[in-house]
């Protein structure tokens, strides 16, 4: 009932920036949280940070917490993720999903982009 599609990934240098698109299509209003993850070759997933569809409660990663910033744009169907000083570690496929309403867990994801951060 939800698609979502990323987009804004790329190759950088430390210290840079970058900023992803997470557009969401369909039955968005059964949208509660949007969330960003992202796993690394040869590692877990792991979340990046959260946020209400409706743009409340944003929560981080502690690896992110002060670089990274998750805003919810409603009208625009889209959830970004603006990511400053970004560093080699950083580099993974960074997907974006999608939790209901009545449910406890994310159900919804996009195919991710891909980011490259080199020293």
């Known amino acids: 009932q939800v698609q979502l599609v990323e987009s804004g990934g790329g190759l950088v240098q430390a210290g840079e920036s970058l900023k992803l698109s997470c557009k969401a299509s369909?039955?968005?209003?059964?949208?509660?949280?949007v969330g960003w993850f992202r796993q690394a070759p040869g590692k877990d997933r792991e979340s990046v940070g959260e946020?209400?569809?409706?743009?409340?409660?944003?929560t981080y990663a502690d690896s992110v917490k002060g670089r990274f910033t998750i805003s919810s744009a409603n009208a625009e169907n889209t959830v970004y993720l603006q990511m400053n000083s970004l560093i080699p570690e950083d580099t993974a496929n960074y997907s974006c999903?999608?939790?209901?309403?009545?449910?406890?867990?994310?159900?919804?994801w996009g195919q991710g982009t891909r980011v490259t951060v080199s020293s």
């Open positions: 999903a999608a939790r209901p309403y009545g449910m406890g867990k994310f159900v919804t």
């Open positions: 369909g039955r968005t209003s059964s949208l509660y949280r």
């Open positions: 946020i209400n569809w409706t743009g409340g409660n944003p």
